[in-house]
T-cell receptor
Framework: NAGVTQTPKFQVLKTGQSMTLQCAQD?????MSWYRQDPGMGLRLIHYSVGAGITDQGEVPNGYNVSRSTTEDFPLRLLSAAPSQTSVYFC????????????FGQGTRLTVV | GQSLEQPSEVTAVEGAIVQINCTYQ??????LSWYQQHDGGAPTFLSYNGLDGLEETGRFSSFLSRSDSYGYLLLQELQMKDSASYFC?????????????FGKGTKLSVIP
């Protein structure tokens, strides 16, 4: 049982490049989220999904897109990378609304130069 | 919106007890959770309070008072491995999203 798997673990991008951060979970969880973590800022919600085909914006959605074509996968796309998007990104899943334990992937450390 | 406040740093002695407080502002939430994160690692779930009162899980306890908009995490018999950042988080009840809003974290340093 792998839990939540994120790839890649590390990435360096040039300003203006695009890329997709992958997130997959094998626990059949309905709820999935993407957070970014910056020093002293805690975790801030970028986008989330309450089920396949349903996504919504979180606190800091600008510059990011998501889709949820299957229950298992929730990729995060950076459209045109900017230095302000240098951060650590975490994907998380929750089984359902009444089970509030979130399971996190190991994170992607992204640097935009 | 939601906001949570917690101390940025706490230092405690090995074997002692430490309490990390969390105050919040929200228009509605299902419960208050606590997560632990070691440097370079991912957050891991510690505890959840859906109702007022104390929840105990081994050396960790968590408390919630909705009337005071306040909660805390209590760590007993501190060990060096407890040195980490601790985050409180609210489960959002808006639009059925159940998404978590996190505080900025408390860095706990356990010293010998």
């Amino acid at each position: 049982n792998a839990g939540v798997t994120q790839t890649p673990k590390f990435q360096v991008l040039k300003t203006g490049q695009s890329m997709t951060l992958q997130c997959a979970q094998d626990m059949n969880h309905e709820y999935m989220s993407w957070y970014r973590q910056d020093p002293g800022m805690g975790l801030r919600l970028i986008h989330y999904s309450v089920g396949a085909g349903i996504t919504d914006q979180g606190e800091v959605p600008n510059g990011y897109n998501v889709s949820r074509s299957t229950t298992e996968d929730f990729p995060l796309r950076l459209l045109s990378a900017a230095p302000s998007q240098t951060s650590v990104y975490f994907c998380a899943s929750i089984r359902d609304g009444m089970n509030t334990e979130a399971f996190f992937g190991q994170g992607t450390r992204l640097t935009v130069v | 919106g939601q906001s949570l406040e917690q101390p940025s740093e706490v230092t405690a002695v090995e074997g002692a007890i430490v309490q990390i407080n969390c105050t919040y502002q929200t228009s509605g939430f299902y419960g208050l959770s606590w997560y632990q994160q070691h440097d370079g690692g991912a957050p891991t779930f510690l505890s959840y309070n859906g109702l007022d009162g104390l929840e105990e899980t081994g050396r960790f306890s968590s408390f919630l008072s909705r009337s005071d908009s306040y909660g805390y995490l209590l760590l007993q018999e501190l060990q060096m491995k407890d040195s980490a950042s601790y985050f409180c988080a609210l489960s959002d009840s808006g639009a059925g999203s159940y998404q978590l809003t996190f505080g900025k974290g408390t860095k706990l340093s356990v010293i010998p």
